[in-house]
T-cell receptor, first 115, second 114 residues
Framework: DADVTQTPRNRITKTGKRIMLECSQT?????MYWYRQDPGLGLRLIYY???????NKGEISDGYSVSRQAQAKFSLSLESAIPNQTALYFC??????????????FGPGTRLTVL | AQKVTQAQTEISVVEKEDVTLDCVYE???????LFWYKQPPSGELVFLIR??????QNEISGRYSWNFQKSTSSFNFTITASQVVDSAVYFC???????????FGAGTTVTVRA
């Protein structure tokens, strides 16, 4: 089974709709992240969470919100989707324990299209 | 602020050719980590390697090798004897110590033709 899973894998929605993307991990990592990927721009950080009570905005958080329901679950919400939020979304996890590399491991991605 | 530049947008090679992907980074921090990730056509991001700034030893893993040179702020990636399965987008990334943020390059699309 994959260590980091994302649901749904693909989603088409309409402008103005609320949508939630979910991420679960079995790696036991404390830190979780949400990124979006746009062609030619690499990945950009939306939100990150170092533990259940610690959630922080990344470089492009406007229009998004997150919820860390448990150590293993981190959800990304688009309250009112707009077409320029069409992108590939990735969840990632890393281990912040002393001595760890804090390397980020990514989920399979969710392809979101907003019409 | 950190910056990663992958100047090559696309590279196309014939199977069995070698291909080198360039990565140049900018940071004022003296301790940092460099990464390479692979994104095959299926879309997932696969971690390939992490290199610490204080370890300039080059690394080889099968057909993959990495050349880290602090003097030129470069962390280049070479695929030897490329195969069709190497076709993917490859991302270079940088993180400074005590910071959460991974700064990604724009990616290089590698196409290996049979």
């Amino acid at each position: 089974d994959a260590d980091v899973t994302q649901t749904p894998r693909n989603r088409i929605t309409k402008t103005g709709k609320r949508i939630m993307l979910e991420c679960s991990q079995t790696k036991g990592h404390d830190r979780m992240y949400w990124y979006r990927q746009d062609p030619g721009l690499g990945l950009r950080l939306i939100y990150y969470s170092f533990d259940v009570k610690d959630i922080n905005k990344g470089e492009i958080s406007d229009g998004y919100s997150v919820s860390r329901q448990a150590q293993a679950k981190f959800s990304l919400s688009l309250e009112s989707a707009i077409p320029n939020q069409t992108a590939l979304y990735f969840c990632a996890t890393s281990d912040a324990d002393r001595g760890s590399t804090d390397t980020q491991y990514f989920g399979p991605g969710t392809r979101l299209t907003v019409l | 602020a950190q910056k990663v530049t992958q100047a090559q947008t696309e590279i196309s090679v014939v199977e069995k050719e070698d291909v080198t992907l360039d990565c140049v980074y900018e940071t004022r921090d003296t301790t940092y980590y460099l990464f390479w990730y692979k994104q095959p056509p299926s879309g997932e991001l696969v971690f390939l390697i992490r290199r610490n700034s204080f370890d300039e030893q080059n690394e080889i893993s099968g057909r993959y090798s990495w050349n880290f040179q602090k003097s030129t702020s470069s962390f280049n990636f070479t695929i030897t004897a490329s195969q069709v399965v190497d076709s993917a987008v490859y991302f270079c990334a940088l993180r400074v110590v005590n910071d959460y943020k991974l700064s990604f390059g724009a990616g290089t699309t590698v196409t290996v033709r049979a």
